[in-house]
């Protein structure tokens, strides 16, 4: 997220008539949320496979991220995802909440959903796992109790979102924010384009949706219909493994996948390797492995894992 921008443009990108719809969505443009007023687009922060996200400032200086959608027509799929993450307004420091919606059609006839969330200065987690030149320090860097608070802090904004009773649909690196503070190692659990309530079918199931380094094996099977909380704890168990094992993509490759895994060691043995990292005990790790057993009727709640990694911060 900290990438070089080309300088901004703050023309509007409207056709010579003023009074027609615009033919995009750009830097410059004044967008007006209902209760939160008009907000400016300022640079782009971040882009992803389906939005651009923008750095906004309202009439009264506030920051908020602006996260674009890429316009669709009659995308009744993309249509319910958006319903679905204006409603994610849970109350926790940890969790990214939507603070407005409004959509514009453009003069192709494409309509674009624009949605307001509070802004957060941080990297990645993506960014500290894979550290490059202009972001020399990585994960290997913090220290082993750092590591774990950061763990806690994942695992605790996951439970509250499975104690709402959502599921969040893309745990992956690129959608937690960090604040890389030792004493607090905040974050941001963002992205909540995937999510729904536990219950509720996808209107198409049949497709892939997600970070594919990180779907559950069930999400592999069975597509968008095998995702659930438990994929969700799958998710997390394995970016435990990136952050905890700086060599864990390397072990990933050495076992040759989850597949092979199952054909040499059965669905009820976990996936994370058994040796215990520095800062666990084995009674905490053996809850974290769990989490990738293929068999995910076996793998703990997110409240299970949560309390089990709080009890390292009381040492």
Not at 7 to 23: G, N, Q, T
Request: negative net charge; contains cysteine; glycine residues 8%.
């Amino acid at each position: 997220m900290s990438q070089t921008e080309p300088p901004l443009d703050y023309s509007l990108d409207w056709s010579d008539d003023m009074s027609e719809k615009p033919i995009s969505i750009k830097s410059g443009m004044k967008i007006r949320f209902e209760n939160l007023g008009e907000i400016t687009l300022q640079e782009r922060w971040h882009a992803g496979g389906s939005a651009t996200i923008y750095r906004g400032i309202g009439d009264n200086g506030e920051e908020f991220a602006i996260k674009r959608y890429r316009p669709r027509i009659n995308d009744l799929q993309h249509q319910k995802d958006v319903e679905l993450e204006m409603q994610v307004s849970f109350d926790h420091p940890s969790i990214c909440r939507c603070l407005g919606h409004t959509a514009i059609e453009l003069s192709s006839g494409r309509e674009s959903h624009l949605l307001a969330f509070p802004f957060f200065e941080g990297p990645e987690l993506s960014e500290l796992l894979l550290p490059d030149e202009e972001n020399s320090r990585g994960m290997e860097e913090f220290y082993s109790n750092e590591k774990v608070l950061l763990c806690y802090r994942i695992s605790e904004a996951i439970s509250i979102v499975h104690q709402e009773g959502w599921l969040h649909g893309d745990i992956s690196d690129r959608n937690i924010l960090l604040n890389p503070d030792p004493e607090t190692m905040d974050i941001q659990l963002i992205d909540f384009e995937f999510a729904r309530p536990a219950e509720m079918q996808p209107l198409n199931g049949e497709i892939r949706r997600g970070t594919p380094e990180y779907w559950a094996p069930e999400m592999i099977e069975f597509k968008w219909k095998g995702s659930s909380k438990m994929a969700d704890i799958w998710a997390v168990g394995m970016l435990i493994g990136h952050i905890m094992d700086p060599h864990f993509k390397q072990y990933l490759g050495e076992i040759g996948g989850w597949r092979d895994w199952l054909e040499s060691r059965g669905s009820n043995e976990p996936v994370l390797p058994e040796k215990c990292p520095e800062g666990f005990t084995a009674e905490v790790w053996s809850v974290v492995r769990k989490c990738t057993i293929i068999s995910r009727n076996l793998r703990p709640d997110a409240k299970e894992l949560e309390r089990a990694l709080h009890s390292l911060l009381e040492v």
